[in-house]
Each structure stands twice: as C-alpha cells, then as structure tokens.
C-alpha cells in the first residue's frame, strides 16, 4: 500500500496564557504525520491538548513552534480542504437542517440551487430524510451529530476533523454513527483524525492509534490495529475477535504505565 503523507506535523509547541497571568504548556514537540486516506484515532486523559491539536490542524489557533502542512501547504488558518466535527455539535440553533448541512458552501459562495441539492443529498446519506426543515432544537443528541457529520462533509473535505463526536451519545446511537461514519470512510476515502477518550473506539475506527501523554502534550507511542478492512458491517464482531482484544490489553498497559510516570513525575517534581 502506497504512503502519501497529507498531514505532516514537526515540531508543534502550543502554550496558553491563563486569565491569571499563569502559562500552560498545551503541546510539546509533537511530530506526526497522517497519511491520505488514513483514518487516524487518537486517545489521551483529559486536558493533554487534543483539542488543542486538532484545532491546531483545523487553522483555528495558532501556536508557538513548530509548522504543520496539509498536501505539502503549511497551514495558515482554515482552509476548504478540512472540515472538523465537535463534540458538542456547535450548530446553528435558528437554523433548519439544511440551512446547517448547506452552510459552509454558502460561506463558499456556492449557488442556492447546488447547495440545497448536496446538502439534500448529505442529509439523506446520514440517515435524515424528512427533518430539513427541522431546528437543531427538535432533533435527538445522535441525530444532531449527523447533521454535524453532513455539514463537515458538504465541502468535500480532504482531511476530515473530529473532536470525541460521538461522546455525548448513548451507546447504540455511537454504535450506529461508528459504523455510519466507517461506512463513509470506506466510500468516499478521505483523511480522518479523530479524537476519542474510549479505547475500545480508538481500535475499533483507526488505522493507527496515537497515544498522548498529560501536559505537556506530547506524542507517547503510535500503535498500528491489526484489525481488517472494512469493518463498516459489524464492529461487535470485531470487539470478540483475538486481534482487538491482544491490542486493547496492550493499550491499557500502556495508558497504566503512562499513568504511573505521571504520578512519579509529580512525586518528585
Ligand atoms: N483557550 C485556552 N486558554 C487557556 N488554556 C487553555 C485554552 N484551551 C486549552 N487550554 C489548556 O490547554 C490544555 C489542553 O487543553 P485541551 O482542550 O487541548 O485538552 P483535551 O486533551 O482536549 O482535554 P479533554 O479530553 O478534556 O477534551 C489544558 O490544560 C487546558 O486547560
Ligand atoms: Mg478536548
């Protein structure tokens, strides 16, 4: 399988300047890179700066050192060739479904006519047929982060974003939107980050699963899931197979160790 890096972090260093004056170091030295048409799942405790990266990507914020480049372009701020997915779905709440799904190419100056058609389109693909008019307000959690999902892929995004989508979800809505959004994957092949605090859903979705350390954030280890594609049809098989379960015992040790570095690290530091 060929390797074509879309993604190249080198180097990326982030701090914050609190309200009191007080510096947090959000990201430290972190390399990475994402290759096209890989489906990246990345896990770490809270706080160790995986927003922060991810938004770092988006062109949202910017940081202290290091660069990123998306197709070879370092990124200056937010381009059409990403779209991120939030986990608190951040729609438009006086806006209809297909207002949301349709409002990137609107910001894109794309015509009424072509907007509504792919994003009816979208809209249908997500399984929402029949709630365009519908607010943000009258949907379930699991049926606004569709129309989250739909609008992140109207622009057809290279690089797809996702910051825990699927966290706020009940567990067989978060089933259905992982196969979905596997599913997706596997059709449109496009490049995806995507940030979870489950382990189980870090195997389950990626490719390769990057492991943050807490603050500073930093890159720990990349682990590769020796787990067969598509895996779009029936993830429950997948979590009793030999593979998942060996991977995930290994990233439970890894997350204990870390831990226990931590602890250790603040004991004498
Ligand atoms: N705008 C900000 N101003 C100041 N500090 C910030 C800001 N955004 C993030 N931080 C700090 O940077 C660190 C990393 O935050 P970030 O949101 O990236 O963590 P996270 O890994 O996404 O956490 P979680 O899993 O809880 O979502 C935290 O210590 C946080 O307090
Ligand atoms: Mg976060």
New binding site residues.
């Given amino acids: 399988m060929g390797w074509d890096t879309v993604i190249e972090i080198r180097g990326l260093g982030k701090r914050?300047v609190?309200q009191d004056g007080g510096t947090?170091e959000?990201l430290r030295e972190v390399d990475l890179d994402v290759g096209d048409n890989e489906f990246l799942t990345v896990l770490?405790p809270?706080?160790?700066?995986?927003?922060?990266?991810l938004k770092a990507i988006a062109g949202l914020i910017g940081w202290n050192e290091g660069d990123i480049h998306i197709g070879g372009r370092p990124v200056r701020g937010p381009g059409p060739d990403r779209s991120m997915v939030f986990q608190n779905f951040a729609l438009l709440p006086w806006a209809t479904v297909l207002d949301n799904v349709a409002f990137g190419l609107r910001m894109r100056g794309v015509a009424k006519a072509e907007r509504d058609e792919r994003a009816r389109a979208l809209i249908n693909m997500v399984g929402l047929s029949g709630f365009e008019t519908k607010r943000p307000g009258e949907l379930s959690g699991g049926m606004q982060q569709r129309v989250g999902i739909a609008r992140a892929l109207a622009v057809r995004p290279q690089v797809l974003l996702m910051d825990?989508p699927f966290g706020a979800l009940d567990e067989q809505t978060r089933r259905l939107l992982q196969e979905e959004l596997l599913s997706i994957w596997e059709e449109h092949r496009l490049t995806v980050v995507f940030i979870t605090?489950s382990m189980e859903e870090a195997v389950l979705l990626g490719d390769r699963v990057v492991l943050m350390s807490a603050?500073p954030?930093r890159i720990a280890e990349i682990v590769p899931v020796p787990l067969d594609r598509p895996r779009s049809r029936d993830l429950g098989a997948l979590e009793r197979s030999g593979h998942y379960v060996e991977v995930t015992a290994y990233l439970w040790d890894r997350l204990r160790d870390m831990h226990e570095e931590h602890s250790a690290s603040r004991v004498s530091g």
Avoid at 46 to 53: P, R
């Fill in positions: 914050f609190g947090v959000a770490g809270s706080g160790c700066g995986k927003t922060t990266l825990e605090h603050r954030g």
